[in-house]
């Protein structure tokens, strides 16, 4: 369990549950971090021990506690390069795990791409300290990129971030990485050819007909790896997958994607594996735009999603989804863009359209310019359409009289409650029982009487007789 304190004054208080350990008293202790440390996290062993990151006068420092916070050990300064951890600029303080062993690895920011400093300063940084040492292993770069999503973590046996670096140093020689993949080896605390050194004696050949499945889970679990190699390109890539998948044999599921140009699947490794800049990478080849930016956005490089999200506008203009690339456009705050992106449809559409991603200024603009070249066209009916889209019913309803569209102009009139004109234009059109109820909201009882009389006048004239 990690007690992490973030964003704290200078004279922060680190808080320790010390009823994790059964000899410790079942409370909490408030512990002040040595040093005035800043931004500390802390890790309890599985032997009551507290081990303690944090940050002072520009360092990252550790200490031990074996009495329950009431001393430490004398602070180990965990990056290599003095001067160079800056917690007022900092997102986050050191991040501490206690693994196989107790070796102790932490992993920390120096914020270098908010400082804009050179681009080789970007990254999350690791180092790690075995049990009976005095100074951290040299300090390492693990990604090289704008970097604030990274934690560690370890199970119960210590081992579950030295498998994660380990798997991660696979991935990367997989796809030719080799710096990264070295690195990422180190972390591990393993040799790249570790795992191979202690494989059984390869398979027999493998005759083409027999049980092939069977044959790669064994070639898997006694690391026969060029054996199992062989098998892989003898069986279905599906059937293949599945068993790699189980066993864990991600350096294998990674050259098998690559080998097959399945980049989709090697994007895929690349997120499970927390490196979202190789993970873009891999979606843009596989060109999976959207999910090549979200993984941009999670590294925390702006250009690159910037980069896709305008290819992914021109790749929707194209697909003729206007509406959609004007989205992504207002997604990056490119409200002019988006506009003329709309401004290219069919004048209805494109206000519609304008409405719909609430560019509302634009489009009422888009209609006064529609209004004005139908009044010096002389076509009242679509002026009237756009006085209607626009809202302004009563000039809409005029201009449907002066196109002589009576039921359109009746409809407006009644809209805007001209109950008076709209009942003379539902007696025009010979709907008097219509007519009669808007007299009667008009007020006008005379022409409510009027048209009565005329209707029942009306309805007492005898039918026409058919000629003998």
């Not at 971090?33 to 931004?39: S, T």
């Not at 690391?223 to 044999?249: F, H, N, T, V, Y």
């Not at 809209?415 to 007299?439: M, P, S, T």
Request: glycine content about 6%; charged content about 30%; aromatic content about 8%.
């Amino acid at each position: 369990m990690t007690t992490s304190q973030k964003f704290l004054p200078v004279f922060t208080l680190l808080a320790l549950v010390t009823a994790l350990h059964p000899s410790a008293a079942e409370r909490v202790q408030v512990i002040p971090a040595p040093g005035n440390g800043q931004v500390p996290d802390a890790e309890v062993d599985r032997d009551g021990a507290i081990h303690l990151a944090y940050v002072s006068r520009n360092d990252a420092w550790y200490v031990k506690s074996t009495d329950a916070g009431k001393t430490f050990t004398a602070p180990i300064r965990i990056n290599s390069e003095p001067g160079t951890v800056h917690p007022p600029n900092m997102y986050r303080g050191p991040d501490i795990a206690v693994g196989k062993k107790g070796r102790v690895h932490v992993i920390w920011y120096i914020s270098a791409y908010q400082r804009k400093l050179p681009k080789d300063q970007w990254g999350v940084f690791y180092s790690y300290l075995d049990p009976g040492k005095t100074e951290f292993a040299p300090s390492q770069n693990l990604n090289h990129k704008p970097s604030d999503n990274y934690s560690l973590a370890a199970d119960e046996k210590g081992n579950a971030f030295a498998e994660m670096m380990f798997t991660l140093g696979s991935i990367w020689r997989a796809v030719g990485d080799q710096r990264r993949a070295e690195l990422a080896f180190a972390a591990s605390g393993k040799q790249a050819d570790q795992e191979q050194a202690v494989a059984a004696p390869a398979a027999p050949v493998i005759e083409k007909g027999k049980d092939l499945k069977s044959d790669l889970r064994r070639a898997v679990a006694t690391k026969d790896w060029d054996g199992a190699r062989r098998i892989i390109k003898l069986i279905p890539a599906d059937e293949s997958r599945a068993i790699l998948e189980k066993a864990g044999a991600y350096e294998l599921l990674m050259e098998r994607y690559v080998e097959t140009s399945d980049f989709q699947n090697v994007a895929r490794l690349y997120e499970r594996a927390r490196q979202f800049d190789q993970a873009a990478l891999a979606w843009e080849r596989a060109g999976k735009l959207g999910n090549a930016r979200k993984a941009y956005e999670r590294a925390n490089d702006a250009e690159g999603a910037q980069r896709i999200r305008r290819l992914e506008v021109e790749e929707l203009v194209k697909r003729g989804d206007r509406l959609g690339a004007a989205v992504l456009l207002l997604g990056e705050n490119r409200r002019e863009e988006a506009a003329r992106v709309l401004l290219e449809l069919p004048p209805a559409k494109a206000f519609r359209f304008l409405q719909n991603v609430k560019l509302d200024d634009e489009a009422m603009a888009l209609a006064r310019r529609e209004i004005q070249q139908a009044e010096s066209e002389n076509k009242p009916s679509v002026k009237a359409r756009w006085l209607e889209w626009t809202g302004d019913a009563l000039a809409a309803a005029e201009a449907w009289e002066k196109a002589e569209r009576k039921d359109k102009a009746l409809e407006m009139y009644e809209q805007v409650g001209q109950w008076q004109k709209a009942a003379q234009l539902a007696e025009a059109l010979g709907r008097k029982d219509h007519a009669l109820e808007l007299y009667h909201r008009a007020g006008d009882r005379d022409s409510a009487a009027r048209l009565e009389v005329l209707t029942a006048t009306h309805a007492e004239e005898p039918p026409p007789t058919s000629a003998e």
